[in-house]
């Protein structure tokens, strides 16, 4: 069930990027720099955007709706539900690896978005 609603929400982001050029670029840049420090100073540089001009951006509700951390938090937890299912690495070990700063962020974050910890989702899952 969490993994259809996590479907749902990409769909709704694709449809959305695919209306918008500038939104499919932030995807895409915070796809690809997802597992790294990502702050909003080199994401306004790639976008050519000031910060207060990014900020008006995403809180359009239609835009993304989400904050600049809750989009990268959405790409880590999307990232970390994969390994979760498809690796036996420790889950300190996948916060990590998506980027988190500490396993204790992950496991929280984790938890605030899908209602589970990362090692029940993982148990649910197998």
Known sequence: MLTSLCG????????LADANP????????MEQHYAEKVNV????NHMGMSKSAFH?????????GLS???QIHHIR???????????TDKV???GYSVGFES????????KRKMGMTPLEYRQSVM
């Open 77 to 87: 937890i999307k990232h970390a539900m994969h390994l979760l299912r498809t690796t």
């Open 92 to 94: 300190g070990s996948i």
């Open 103 to 110: 396993p204790s962020d992950f496991c929280e974050i984790f």
């Open 41 to 44: 100073t080199d994401v306004c």
């Open 22 to 29: 500038r939104l499919t670029r932030l995807q895409q840049y």
């Open 56 to 64: 008006r951006f995403l809180k359009k509700k239609t835009e993304t």
């Open 68 to 70: 600049f951390i809750a």
């Open 8 to 15: 749902i929400l990409e769909k709704h982001h694709q449809k």
